[in-house]
């Protein structure tokens, strides 16, 4: 029995905490915000008559039909921008391919909502761009409306699907593109009828990462949608303007968003199940041979995705250290922008760099054991601890911070309005990253090293901490800083959850959009820009000497 207990403690313990912490803190408020859209104003009655006045206002369907559209758009746009991408870097023998890769992977991390604002400063009925194309005689309105917030989906989210596709590109066995060669099929139809399909689950997993991600945003379409319902931000509105105890209509719009996500992940699965795709590797494909001419398009292919996409965080950078008279800009070299936001204090700043810190510590000690216990103890359970665990990326964050309110504004633990509930929030939203480093890591190391550990009488938790956790520290640290960087530019629940004393530098931007300071939200994008690649820059040149370190 005793034997049993020191193998098994360690999982079993991992198991619950995990059980209790998801449940507490993601499943719960979940169930509170379809409760709260089956119950009436007064919250005591049950009632469909939320979902029958959503569901029948033209206003709200609207809505609907914009979030699903422009999220339906932008994975298509980010497949057909990010598959040639993979394409060239994979296959075509051009330079810079890690320089093109690292750049390429730096929008996921760079606040989307940013690249928005960067937009509007330049492509905005008052930008620079906009003034200097009218000043030519060629007719441009503005970015405004839907296909500025896709054109943003499509530049910020393309590595969505671009970076997978590149691995199932190198992964496809080579014989399988030589057997239809030798049929006498052409390199393009090889290419249409073989490879493509060969990589659509790759193709589909990042297109559905798009889907729910442009689905679940609050900053992009805040900035560019003017008047257009959107359903997201609508659910936010609804809840900061219910004058009763029971958010029900916002309720209904987040169960709305769980559902529109659900459909998508069912869908991606459906899809999947009907076709095989192994193709029993053994030789992964290599370079074509290319002409001079070809290799030259596919590297001004990738360095001009690569350099489009960026230009909007330069562009708000060069922007925020010029002169602004209200919303207008005027030009001339000044720090008046980093003046105002910092006049009255630093305190966003510091609360940024404080609830960053304490959601990456606490998402990875809770989502590494999480990954660990997923690969090395496989069952039912674990899996279905492993879905449950990455669920949250599927959620908006409005939709998570308005079931954290519901469900933590009153009672023995009400900690609404404070820091712990922000933090807790971060963690939830952000567990994914740290769930998935850590289990793809893991599937890289011997377990036959923790079993020698384990059969020389070191307990599982003490192996795992001086064995396992060690050797996975290059995907420990990886999961860490992507989630110190993400929620240093999340918006979505902060917004909801935030009180005066814990304002984040995101939510400074926000209020300086609201109002006329457009300069003060310029100074506060660069500083969200600072604070996202300075820490991803000084741990990838660490693991990097760790890396070589070790050879």
Same mark, same amino acid.
């Given at each position: 029995?005793?034997? #049993?207990?020191?193998?098994?403690?360690?999982?079993?313990?991992?198991?619950?905490?995990?059980v209790?912490?998801?449940?507490?803190?993601?499943l &719960?408020?979940?169930?509170?915000?379809?409760?709260?859209?089956?119950?009436?104003?007064?919250?005591?009655?049950?009632?469909?008559?939320?979902?029958?006045s959503?569901?029948?206002?033209?206003?709200?369907?609207?809505?609907?039909?914009?979030?699903l559209?422009?999220?339906?758009?932008?994975a298509?746009?980010?497949?057909? /921008?990010?598959?040639?991408?993979?394409?060239?870097?994979?296959r075509?023998?051009?330079? $810079?391919?890690?320089?093109?890769?690292? *750049?390429?992977?730096?929008?996921?991390?760079?606040?989307?909502f940013?690249?928005?604002y960067?937009?509007?400063?330049?492509?905005?009925?008052?930008?620079?761009?906009t003034?200097?194309l009218?000043?030519?005689?060629?007719?441009?309105?503005?970015?405004?409306?839907?296909?500025?917030?896709?054109?943003?989906?499509?530049l910020? =989210?393309?590595?969505?699907?671009?970076?997978?596709a590149?691995?199932?590109?190198?992964?496809?066995?080579?014989?399988v593109?030589?057997?239809?060669?030798?049929?006498?099929?052409?390199?393009?139809?090889?290419?249409r009828?073989?490879?493509?399909?060969?990589?659509?689950?790759?193709?589909?997993a990042g297109?559905?990462?798009?889907?729910?991600?442009?689905?679940?945003?609050?900053?992009?379409?805040?900035?560019?949608?003017?008047?257009?319902?959107?359903?997201s /931000?609508?659910?936010?509105?609804l809840?900061? $303007?219910?004058?009763?105890?029971?958010?029900?209509?916002? !309720?209904?719009?987040?169960?709305?968003l769980?559902?529109?996500?659900?459909?998508?992940?069912?869908?991606?699965?459906?899809?999947?199940?009907?076709?095989? #795709?192994?193709?029993?590797?053994?030789?992964?494909?290599p370079?074509?041979?290319?002409?001079?001419?070809? &290799?030259?398009?596919?590297?001004?292919?990738?360095?001009?995705?690569? $350099?489009?996409?960026l230009i909007?965080?330069a562009? /708000?950078?060069?922007?925020?250290?010029?002169?602004?008279? $209200?919303?207008? *800009?005027? !030009?001339?070299?000044s720090?008046?922008?980093?003046?105002?936001?910092?006049?009255?204090?630093?305190?966003? =700043?510091?609360?940024?760099?404080?609830?960053?810190?304490?959601?990456?510590?606490?998402?990875?000690?809770?989502?590494?054991?999480?990954g660990?216990?997923?690969v090395?103890r496989?069952?039912?359970?674990?899996?279905?601890?492993?879905? /449950?665990?990455?669920s949250?990326?599927?959620?908006?964050?409005?939709?998570?911070?308005?079931?954290?309110?519901?469900?933590?504004?009153?009672?023995a633990?009400?900690?609404?309005?404070?820091?712990?509930?922000?933090?807790?929030?971060?963690?939830?939203?952000? =567990?994914p990253?740290?769930?998935?480093s +850590?289990?793809?890591?893991?599937h890289?190391?011997?377990?036959?090293?923790?079993?020698?550990?384990?059969?020389l009488?070191?307990?599982?938790?003490?192996?795992?901490?001086?064995i396992?956790?060690?050797?996975?520290?290059?995907?420990?640290?990886?999961g860490?800083?992507?989630?110190?960087?993400?929620v240093?530019?999340?918006?979505?629940?902060?917004?909801?959850?935030?009180s005066?004393?814990?304002?984040?530098?995101?939510? +400074?931007?926000?209020?300086? *959009?609201?109002?006329?300071?457009?300069?003060?939200?310029? +100074?506060?994008?660069?500083?969200?820009?600072?604070?996202?690649?300075i820490?991803?820059?000084?741990?990838?040149r660490? @693991?990097r000497?760790?890396e @070589?370190?070790?050879?």
């Amino acid at each position: 029995m005793r034997a #049993f207990i020191a193998r098994q403690g360690f999982p079993l313990t991992v198991g619950i905490v995990a059980v209790l912490f998801l449940g507490l803190f993601f499943l &719960r408020p979940l169930v509170n915000v379809l409760g709260a859209s089956l119950l009436d104003a007064s919250g005591k009655h049950l009632t469909l008559a939320n979902y029958v006045s959503v569901l029948t206002s033209p206003f709200f369907l609207g809505g609907l039909v914009n979030s699903l559209s422009i999220a339906a758009a932008s994975a298509l746009c980010a497949v057909l /921008v990010g598959v040639p991408f993979a394409y060239c870097l994979a296959r075509l023998p051009i330079g $810079g391919k890690p320089v093109l890769l690292a *750049l390429a992977a730096l929008p996921l991390v760079l606040p989307s909502f940013v690249s928005a604002y960067a937009l509007v400063l330049l492509f905005g009925r008052s930008g620079v761009v906009t003034h200097m194309l009218q000043s030519l005689g060629i007719p441009f309105k503005s970015l405004y409306g839907a296909q500025g917030i896709i054109a943003v989906y499509t530049l910020t =989210l393309y590595p969505y699907v671009a970076l997978p596709a590149i691995a199932a590109f190198r992964s496809i066995d080579r014989s399988v593109e030589e057997a239809a060669q030798n049929l006498g099929a052409a390199p393009g139809r090889v290419l249409r009828t073989v490879t493509l399909p060969l990589i659509l689950p790759s193709i589909l997993a990042g297109a559905l990462l798009v889907f729910i991600e442009a689905l679940e945003n609050f900053g992009v379409p805040f900035v560019l949608a003017e008047d257009r319902p959107i359903l997201s /931000v609508e659910a936010y509105k609804l809840f900061v $303007g219910e004058t009763t105890d029971n958010p029900a209509s916002a !309720g209904v719009l987040g169960v709305l968003l769980i559902v529109c996500t659900t459909i998508a992940l069912l869908a991606q699965r459906m899809a999947l199940a009907r076709r095989g #795709f192994s193709t029993g590797t053994r030789r992964s494909a290599p370079a074509l041979t290319a002409s001079a001419a070809q &290799r030259r398009g596919g590297a001004i292919y990738c360095w001009t995705l690569v $350099g489009t996409a960026l230009i909007p965080f330069a562009a /708000v950078v060069v922007i925020s250290f010029l002169q602004f008279r $209200g919303p207008v *800009l005027h !030009g001339g070299f000044s720090l008046d922008n980093f003046t105002e936001l910092f006049r009255h204090s630093y305190r966003p =700043l510091a609360n940024t760099l404080m609830l960053s810190t304490l959601a990456a510590c606490g998402a990875t000690l809770i989502g590494v054991p999480i990954g660990y216990l997923v690969v090395r103890r496989r069952s039912r359970l674990s899996g279905l601890l492993d879905i /449950v665990a990455t669920s949250p990326f599927a959620v908006a964050g409005t939709v998570l911070g308005i079931g954290l309110v519901v469900t933590y504004s009153s009672g023995a633990f009400a900690i609404t309005g404070t820091a712990l509930i922000m933090v807790l929030a971060y963690i939830v939203r952000k =567990l994914p990253f740290s769930v998935r480093s +850590a289990s793809a890591i893991l599937h890289q190391i011997d377990p036959s090293l923790e079993e020698a550990s384990i059969n020389l009488g070191v307990p599982p938790a003490a192996t795992f901490l001086r064995i396992t956790v060690p050797l996975m520290l290059g995907g420990i640290v990886g999961g860490l800083v992507l989630t110190f960087v993400t929620v240093a530019s999340e918006l979505s629940a902060t917004i909801v959850l935030y009180s005066g004393p814990w304002m984040t530098m995101t939510v +400074a931007m926000f209020q300086a *959009l609201e109002g006329t300071g457009a300069g003060v939200a310029a +100074a506060a994008a660069t500083v969200l820009i600072v604070c996202t690649v300075i820490p991803v820059a000084l741990v990838y040149r660490v @693991l990097r000497r760790h890396e @070589l370190s070790m050879l």
